[in-house]
């Protein structure tokens, strides 16, 4: 059975130029875009998005960072596509946690400048697709 995902290219990918890098891994893991989008993040959005970790310590630099330039926010289907994006992905700490091979493992240095996200679960990603892209249906 097929799911979807929201991935993001954070602002530090798109600077970096490695939005085409995401896309290619993404493709060649056999996963399907079904909505592509670059957009400018509002304090509104940034809260929403990021609001399981309201009351952490890093949340204001991570609210300042996701809007600090525009991203790249896509729709990911396929089979288990919440868990495979999150293994393209590599763990939160592109050094102490992502395998090389993965996104964050190759291309990452710290934690906040991670490239990528990818929702959690399937609960996330459900919560987070109505977030960005209301108008998509299921
Ligand atoms: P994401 O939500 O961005 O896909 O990342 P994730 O699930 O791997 O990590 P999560 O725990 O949800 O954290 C969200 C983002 O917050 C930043 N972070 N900074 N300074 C810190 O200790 C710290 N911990 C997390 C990272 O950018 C992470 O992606
Ligand atoms: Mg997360």
Do not use: C
């Amino acid at each position: 059975m097929s799911e979807r995902t929201l991935v993001l290219v954070k602002p530090d990918g798109v600077e970096r130029g490695l939005v085409g890098e995401v896309i290619s891994r993404i493709e060649r893991k056999g996963l399907k875009l079904v909505a592509l989008e670059m957009r400018q993040v509002d304090q509104q959005l940034a809260e929403q998005h990021y609001a399981e970790h309201d009351g952490k310590p890093f949340f204001g630099s991570l609210l300042e960072f996701i809007m600090s330039g525009p991203v790249v926010a896509a729709v990911v289907e396929g089979p288990k596509a919440v868990a495979a994006f999150r293994q393209l992905a590599g763990g939160t700490d592109p050094v102490e946690k992502a395998e090389a091979g993965s996104l964050r493992g190759d291309y990452g240095l710290e934690v906040q400048y991670n490239l990528v996200h990818g929702s959690d679960s399937a609960e996330s990603a459900e919560r987070e697709l109505k977030l960005w892209f209301p108008d998509l249906s299921a």
